[in-house]
Nanobody, 122 residues
Framework: QVQLVESGGGLVQAGGSLRLSCAAS????????MGWFRQAPGKEREFVAG??????NYAHSVKDRFTISRGNTKNTVYLQMSSLKPEDSAVYYC?????????????????WGQGTQVTVSS
């Protein structure tokens, strides 16, 4: 069983930045890929970014604005979000799966955090 805890959400104005953190209960990079997803009210949960030991991938809608990275510890991943738009408002979740490449579909992930709310005002 893997526990994931997200933090760093909040309210920010359009054009601003936030950094989300996801802390895992295990060394995720030895065995897992991690993904960030988001879900806005009335919408499907969608892939945002993913990371493994040696690669990252991004949704087209956030590429060049968001950066996923590893922390100094082996169980932390960050999502740096810049140039935020109101349409980025959502609950953001981190998730892990035993894969070499982070999948872009939610059903492929095994463990999920509780989520952190991000609200971008116009």
């Amino acid at each position: 069983q893997v526990q994931l805890v997200e933090s760093g959400g909040g309210l920010v104005q359009a054009g601003g930045s936030l950094r989300l953190s996801c802390a895992a209960s295990v060394n995720i990079f030895e065995t897992y890929s991690m993904g960030w997803f988001r879900q806005a009210p009335g919408k499907e949960r969608e892939f945002v970014a993913g990371i493994t030991t040696d690669l990252t991938n991004y949704a087209h809608s956030v590429k060049d604005r968001f950066t996923i990275s590893r922390g100094n510890t082996k169980n932390t991943v960050y999502l740096q979000m810049s140039s935020l738009k109101p349409e980025d408002s959502a609950v953001y979740y981190c998730a892990v799966v035993r894969r070499k490449v982070p999948p872009m579909t939610r059903d492929e992930y095994d463990y999920w955090g509780q989520g952190t709310q991000v609200t971008v005002s116009s």
